[in-house]
């Protein structure tokens, strides 16, 4: 079955910088659309970026030249890196399959804090 396990959160200052990773498992990793979506407390899923098939690369207003998304097929891995991390960036982090709300794993907590 198809399974994406993240990791990588923690508690960092604001202009610090994390590297998320999501291990994917269970379907053809290479022939899917990824997405990296966040939750903040008390807010909806936001969709944060996503990488095709091929590579390109897309990002949300709010995280557009500080974040890069990235993968090795090879692993079946996806990346988020994560720079000039900001308060707002404080969320749970999840990587998802195929769509912003497809399936996705149990997410990796973000808290960007002084």
């Known amino acids: 079955q198809v399974q994406l396990v993240e990791s990588g959160g923690g508690l960092v200052k604001p202009g610090g910088s994390l590297r998320l990773s999501c291990a994917a498992s269970?379907?053809?990793?290479?022939?899917?659309?990824m997405y990296w979506v966040r939750q903040a407390p008390g807010k909806g899923l936001e969709w944060v970026s996503y990488i095709t098939v091929n590579g390109n690369t897309y990002y949300a207003d709010s995280v557009k030249g500080r974040f890069t998304i990235s993968k090795d097929n090879a692993k079946n891995a996806l990346y988020l890196e994560m720079n000039s991390l900001k308060s707002e960036d404080t969320a749970v982090y999840y990587c998802a399959k195929s769509s912003p709300t497809g399936i996705r794993g149990q997410g990796t907590q973000v808290t960007v804090s002084s």
């Open positions: 269970g379907f053809p990793f290479n022939r899917h659309w």
